[in-house]
């Protein structure tokens, strides 16, 4: 099992920086939306904005993309996870 | 070291080492010297603990002060509680026959990071010194315990800060194990050895492994906030500062409950593997006994609630957690029922594993069936924080997790320390033990349910023939702990060399390689072909 | 050391398993300060909303800017050192350090700030302004300190990093160590991206 089938995929360079791009704008764009009043859209649009953020920088800077295909399972699980304990307690205090 | 009457094919691993004397151990990275490191570490930790809840025993001999004032039973039972929880039965059977055994059963050499392995139990040394420590120092014991409930773990002058940071290095002991085994599950099985050939105790270590990591930084963080609300006096328990002490008590059981799965799983797994050498039978339902220990360790998950009934959440909490605490009564029962359906028509061999195992089975079965009582809301709002709830957990807790490693320490004796133990005194004191251990718990749940509290050192009048029963079972059971233990030390130094490296003739791959294990277990790595329980 | 690995055994891929592991446990410890700061947001909403209000956007928003591009640099890093391009490497390794420090010390003016007016926890001050106010500080403090000192655990990881490059034993042919440390710090930048908008975005 043990041996180093291991194929490493170089990222040019390009990518990361079109990533970066992509990032940067999303900040902005979460910055800029703070301006307008959305009332109670305003959690979910900074959370949607953090989500999308947090893709890439899953994706590509920590190569979810080019690696074996366990890890990208796993942290999906585990983000479920959190997910649903959160939700899990939230309905203690919704509902109280 | 050992005068073996077998041809030995390689040196045993106790034979080798390039450092003398206690070094060979504590510089070791051996998996099988760390987990007989652990195993040292966590016997000589159960001693104390065990000492300490006979000593809350003989103070309940009697209503009114016996032996300790009430503040001394506060701190004994906080100490008992956190030695047996955090140090004994949650390290317990991953770290010690995880360690020893795991690499063997996959075909390994090693885990997948020796040296994180060892680091794990200087870790687990340091955290049990922090915790024990904070019963000596100035201050006094501390008195929450071992669940350190908010608000009182920061408003108490005792001892709390070594202790929570205590529990808090432990956990990190707990992850990086379970980390090692993830990993070594993962990559290092020996060839041919796909999931489904995989032996179950490597199963239920790999479903605990996921808890251990998964859960234990929940507990970690609770407690860091613990350490933060007596030093900084933030307030995030704290309800006059708007803080809220039922969160503390999510945050600690989303962490302490699957805790119970992290003490339960292996000890299953241990089990699975002895009914089957001692039935010589296949393991009926393999699939469904790996199916419910992956079911019990995601569902449990999320049970945390029970243990806050009558804390004040919401009714739909309440019924959301009720349901899903039910739903975890499925995958344990599928398991029993597995395990009565090998020992069926098997030719069994009534050795003293095999004791152990069906006694599991039994308290187990007690343990498992009373826990509904206390997951079911109308009834758990009567016992609640009675002496029912204490049987119960011990039911499961020693009876299921204490039976299962006295089990796989007698299973694997032979393996470990290349010599047999006295097979008579190891039958009467697992029946002294058995005996003892049904008359100091059967009676806590008649207790509970007529209205004793828990925690408390003082009781009713009307409550002291159980507790004389119960009292007296606590001394039968701590005399079949001693015939026990000194049948093991004595054995592991004089016993009878082993005749053969495979003396229950059981089917998976430790009992291929010799006894003791040679360093690298394997002369060659094996290169599997069928199950693991493969008696056809 | 370790005699039972007397033939040289390596695993990639396990390595990084590991560091994937280790990343989960941060996450979900992390988690449990989420599940706090989203149950009394979910309490004590309008006050959220207001004490957020204290805290500097800008500079926020320059940590932000700082550790996403000290994210990129890393990752690039790793594509340097397996096109064999060392003191590339060793570069965008260093500019990412640089980066860190420059967060640290942004946190630290920003922190010796808000205590200089009084907002700390404990504080007399916050106690007046009511308890949502005493949350959202405590939660403030708090996480930000905590992931102050992710920060600082990740800056020693690559500096070893670097050092190891330097002697030639991390290289291209043998970079796993790198990535484990870009991975951790990406963990340190992802939980910095929730941070953000969470405390000072949301007014």
Redo the contacts between chains.
């Keep these: 099992m043990s041996n180093n089938e291991d194929k490493h995929h170089i990222v040019p360079f390009r990518t990361f920086i079109i990533v970066l791009a992509a990032l940067l704008t999303f900040t902005f764009i979460s910055i800029a939306v703070t301006n307008y009043e959305l009332g109670a859209f305003t959690v979910l649009a900074a959370m949607l904005l953090a989500t999308a953020k947090t893709i890439l920088v899953l994706v590509y800077f920590m190569h979810l993309k080019f690696d074996v295909k366990i890890f990208g399972i796993l942290i999906t699980a585990v983000l479920a996870l959190i997910g649903a304990v959160i939700f899990i307690t939230l309905l203690d205090y919704i509902f109280r | 070291m050992i005068n073996a009457k077998l041809e030995r094919r390689e040196p045993s691993f106790y034979d080798v080492s390039e450092r003398k004397g206690i070094l060979a151990w504590i510089l070791s990275t051996d998996h099988k010297r760390i987990g007989l490191l652990y195993l040292y570490s966590i016997m000589s930790f159960f001693i104390i603990g065990a000492i300490l809840g006979l000593l809350m025993k003989l103070e309940l001999l009697a209503p009114g002060k016996t032996i300790m004032e009430a503040k001394t039973y506060n701190g004994v039972f906080t100490l008992h509680g956190i030695i047996m929880i955090f140090l004994i039965v949650i390290p317990g059977l991953p770290a010690v026959f995880g360690n020893f055994m795991l690499p063997i059963l996959i075909g390994a050499k090693d885990v997948a990071f020796p040296r994180l392995n060892l680091l794990s139990w200087y870790i687990y040394i340091f955290g049990a010194i922090l915790a024990v420590a904070s019963q000596f120092m100035s201050g006094g014991p501390p008195d929450t315990g071992w669940t350190f409930y908010a608000p009182y773990s920061f408003k108490t002058t005792t001892n709390m800060l070594p202790a929570v940071l205590g529990a808090f290095v432990l956990g990190f002991s707990s992850i990086l194990t379970g980390l090692n085994f993830i990993v070594t599950i993962h990559r290092m099985r020996a060839p041919g050895m796909t999931w489904l050939k995989m032996p179950l105790f490597p199963w239920t270590l790999y479903g605990t492994a996921w808890i251990q990591l998964l859960a234990t930084p929940v507990i970690g963080i609770t407690l860091l906030m613990t350490v933060g609300e007596r030093i900084f006096n933030i307030g995030f328990f704290d309800p006059a500062l708007g803080g809220d002490p039922i969160l503390y008590q999510h945050l600690f059981w989303i962490y302490s409950h699957p805790a119970v799965y992290v003490m339960i799983l292996p000890a299953m797994g241990a089990i699975s593997e002895i009914l089957p050498t001692f039935a010589q039978k296949t393991i009926f339902g393999y699939k469904a006994i790996i199916i419910s220990t992956l079911a019990i360790a995601f569902v449990g998950y999320f049970v945390w609630g029970h243990h806050m009934f009558t804390s004040g959440m919401s009714g739909v909490a309440l019924y959301v957690f009720s349901i899903l605490t039910f739903l975890v009564a499925i995958p344990s029962g599928v398991k029993v029922f597995n395990w009565i359906s090998t020992i069926y028509k098997g030719s069994i061999n009534l050795k003293t594993p095999f004791y152990w195992a069906v006694s599991f089975i039994f308290v187990f079965m007690i343990g498992g069936l009373t826990g509904l009582v206390l997951g079911a809301l109308a009834t758990d709002v009567h016992v609640h924080d009675t002496h029912f709830v204490v049987a119960h957990f011990h039911f499961i807790v020693f009876g299921g997790v204490g039976f299962a490693f006295m089990g796989a320490i007698h299973y694997w004796f032979p393996k470990m320390f290349g010599r047999m133990y006295e097979e008579t005194w190891a039958n009467v004191g697992w029946l002294i033990f058995f005996i003892g251990f049904l008359t100091l718990y059967l009676p806590m749940f008649y207790l509970g349910i007529a209205g004793m509290p828990r925690r408390y050192f003082d009781y009713l009048p009307q409550f002291h023939g159980g507790n004389i029963i119960s009292s007296l079972g606590a001394i039968v059971m701590i005399m079949g702990l001693v015939i026990i233990i000194t049948n093991l030390v004595r054995s592991a130094k004089f016993g009878n060399p082993v005749e053969s490296d495979n003396p229950w003739n059981g089917k998976t791959l430790e009992w291929t390689v010799e006894s003791p294990p040679s360093l690298e277990n394997f002369e060659e790595i094996p290169i599997i072909d069928k199950g693991p329980y493969d008696y056809e | 050391?370790?005699?039972?690995?007397?033939e040289e055994?390596?695993?990639?891929?396990?390595s990084?398993?590991?560091m994937?592991?280790?990343?989960?446990?941060?996450?979900?410890?992390?988690?449990?300060?989420?599940?706090?700061y989203?149950?009394?947001r979910?309490?004590?909403r309008d006050a959220f909303q207001f004490a957020a209000e204290e805290l500097n956007?800008f500079v926020g928003?320059l940590n932000?800017?700082l550790l996403?591009?000290s994210?990129?640099t890393i990752?690039?890093s790793?594509?340097a050192l397996?096109?064999n391009k060392k003191v590339l490497s060793l570069g965008l390794l260093g500019f990412t350090v640089l980066v860190g420090l420059v967060f640290l010390v942004n946190k630290y003016f920003e922190w010796s700030l808000k205590i200089e007016h009084g907002l700390f926890?404990?504080s007399e001050l916050l106690?007046e302004y009511?308890?949502?106010e005493?949350?959202f500080f405590?939660?403030y403090?708090?996480m930000t300190g905590?992931h102050a000192l992710h920060i600082i655990v990740g800056l020693v990881f690559i500096l070893v990093v670097f050092v190891r490059i330097q002697k030639g034993r991390i290289n291209s042919e043998n970079f796993v160590h790198l990535?484990n440390a870009?991975?951790y710090w990406?963990l340190v930048?992802?939980i910095w991206?929730?941070l953000?908008?969470?405390f000072y975005?949301?007014?």
């Design positions: 050391m370790t005699m039972n690995n007397m055994h390596r695993d990639d891929i396990g990084r398993f590991g994937w592991l280790f990343i989960f446990t941060e996450l979900l410890l992390f988690a449990g300060l989420f599940l706090v989203a149950v009394y979910f309490l004590n956007t928003a932000t800017v996403l591009a994210s990129a990752a690039m790793i594509t397996q096109k926890p404990g106690l009511g308890k949502g005493v949350l405590g939660l403090f708090f905590l990535e870009g991975l990406h930048d992802i991206i929730f953000f908008p969470l975005l949301i007014t």
